[in-house]
Nanobody, 121 residues
Framework: QVQLVESGGGLVQAGESLRLSCAASGSIFSINTMGWYRQAPGKQRELVATITSGGITNYADSLKGRFTISRDNAKNTVYLQMNSLKPEDTAVYYC???????????????WGQGTLVIVSS
């Protein structure tokens, strides 16, 4: 009932920037927290950043200062601006939203399909 479409991944060189986008669509009544997670090869999925509907942000400590999360509530879209990228940022980046659909009284999490970011040295 809710679909997430991610975009913006790709291949960049170390030091460059990328901006990821994730647009939610479907029978959305409201969206609470939106966020980004990533999974590097051979590693577990980890938190990158989250943002509440009121704009409160939370970042992985190691990424503070380089990554910025933002959202456009009117477009049900969350963004991740990634600057000064490093080879260790190479991963599949997943969008996650906590959403309530029309006709429901509870929130549930929805995951995107992931977008690949490769940072070459």
């Amino acid at each position: 009932q809710v679909q997430l479409v991610e975009s913006g991944g790709g291949l960049v060189q170390a030091g460059e920037s990328l901006r990821l986008s994730c647009a939610a669509s479907g029978s959305i009544f409201s969206i609470n927290t939106m966020g980004w997670y990533r999974q590097a090869p051979g590693k577990q999925r980890e938190l990158v950043a989250t943002i509440t509907s009121g704009g409160i942000t939370n970042y992985a400590d190691s990424l503070k200062g380089r990554f910025t999360i933002s959202r456009d509530n009117a477009k049900n879209t969350v963004y991740l601006q990634m600057n000064s990228l490093k080879p260790e940022d190479t991963a599949v980046y997943y969008c996650n939203v906590d959403t309530r659909v029309v006709g429901s009284y509870t929130y549930h999490e929805v995951w995107g399909q992931g977008t690949l970011v490769i940072v070459s040295s």
